[in-house]
């Protein structure tokens, strides 16, 4: 007996990391995801500046607290992703 989530990807619903060949990296819970694109639900984007926290410390707070989301919905094209993998990997 399935559900209504055999659609998905396998990470749907799981708290994600997207890193992006322009340097941003995204966490949020995946929604689906498939060859074209990344779909975050509740999601947070960091782009390191100067003044602001390494990617580093952004996501070894993000393991440990979560995020605010910003974007309730973002869709990212699956050709500028250069990695996805669960937030929970991180060690906090």
Same mark, same amino acid.
């Given at each position: 007996?399935?559900?209504?989530?055999?659609?998905?990807?396998?990470?749907?619903?799981?708290?994600?990391?997207?890193?992006?060949?322009?340097?941003?990296?995204?966490?949020? &819970?995946?929604?689906?995801?498939?060859?074209? &694109?990344?779909?975050?639900?509740?999601a947070?984007v960091?782009?390191?500046?100067?003044?602001?926290?390494?990617?580093?410390?952004?996501?070894?707070?993000?393991?440990?607290?979560?995020?605010?989301?910003?974007?309730?919905?973002?869709?990212?094209a &699956?050709?500028?992703?250069?990695?996805?993998?669960?937030?929970?990997?991180?060690?906090?």
């Open positions: 007996m399935g559900t209504f989530h055999d659609n998905k990807h396998a990470l749907h619903g799981i708290t994600v990391v997207v890193e992006t060949d322009g340097g941003e990296t995204l966490v949020g &819970r995946c929604d689906d995801m498939d060859d074209t &694109r990344v779909i975050l639900l509740d947070d960091h782009q390191a500046t100067e003044d602001g926290p390494s990617k580093e410390d952004y996501l070894a707070r993000a393991s440990r607290f979560g995020v605010w989301p910003k974007h309730r919905r973002l869709v990212v &699956r050709s500028n992703v250069t990695a996805v993998r669960r937030l929970g990997e991180l060690s906090s």
